[in-house]
């Protein structure tokens, strides 16, 4: 009697292998898997690194924030952090560079000195978020396109299979899976690239936007302050 033997003993694999899959591939689809996978690295560097700096600037702007607000000489803790990696520091130095050129001269433009201050502020703050956010760019683009470019390297593969099939002349199922595994591997490939960017694209936008507003906040008290100042020169 002749049993029937398992799959495993025959010595066909029951389980994919990504790396046999991009090797057996299309020359096109291999470069499409390629590109997919260079640009899923670069989301995840972006990643890690956005992280960790958002993080250090966050506790660094925190520090100088508290001892700016306890300081009694502005100026001179701003030459004291003139070289510091804070955007907060950046806004105060904005500021007090404006303040000081609009009050060089007498009689003193009360009103023209506060706005052209509190304009200062704001442009520093938008140029802060905008250096903050440069490379989030890629992350979006990648979410967007991505899963685009695997499902043209899909398109492609399963051409080719069905190319296979009039080649061969057989509709078989053997002669056509292994070419739609590979193709649909660039698809898993691109959604494996976009979803981690399109996560990451909208938590840290929030997190540099949530910056920004706190950002804006300290240009608005110290604004106050120097007003008060304002106020009080003769």
Do not use: C
């Not at 029937?4 to 470069?31: C, E, H, K, M």
């Not at 840290?204 to 950002?215: I, K």
Request: proline share 3%; hydrophobic share 50%.
């Amino acid at each position: 009697m002749i049993f029937s033997l398992p799959l495993t003993s025959l010595g066909a694999s029951t389980r994919l292998n990504p790396l046999d899959l991009f090797l057996q591939a299309d020359i096109v689809v291999q470069a499409v898997m390629l590109g997919l996978i260079l640009a899923s690295v670069w989301v995840w560097t972006i990643i890690v690194s956005f992280s960790l700096r958002m993080g250090k600037i966050e506790r660094r702007s925190r520090a100088y924030e508290d001892e700016f607000w306890d300081s009694e000489d502005y100026e001179r803790l701003l030459g004291k952090r003139a070289k510091a990696d804070i955007p907060s520091a950046r806004v105060a130095a904005m500021a007090m560079e404006e303040w000081k050129s609009s009050t060089a001269k007498t009689p003193i433009d009360r009103e023209g000195t506060r706005h052209r201050t509190a304009s200062a502020m704001e442009s520093q703050v938008a140029q802060e978020a905008d250096n903050l956010a440069e490379r989030l760019n890629f992350l979006a683009t990648t979410g967007a396109v991505a899963p685009f470019v695997g499902l043209f390297g899909t398109v492609w593969g399963i051409m080719n299979s069905f190319f296979q099939i009039g080649a061969q002349e057989s509709s078989s199922l053997a002669v056509v899976a292994p070419g739609i595994s590979e193709a649909l591997f660039a698809t898993a490939i691109g959604l494996f690239a976009a979803i981690p960017a399109v996560i990451a694209y909208n938590r840290f936008s929030h997190r540099v936007n949530r910056y920004e507003a706190r950002l804006q906040r300290f240009a608005d008290r110290f604004h106050a302050g120097l007003s008060r100042e304002l106020d009080q020169a003769s």
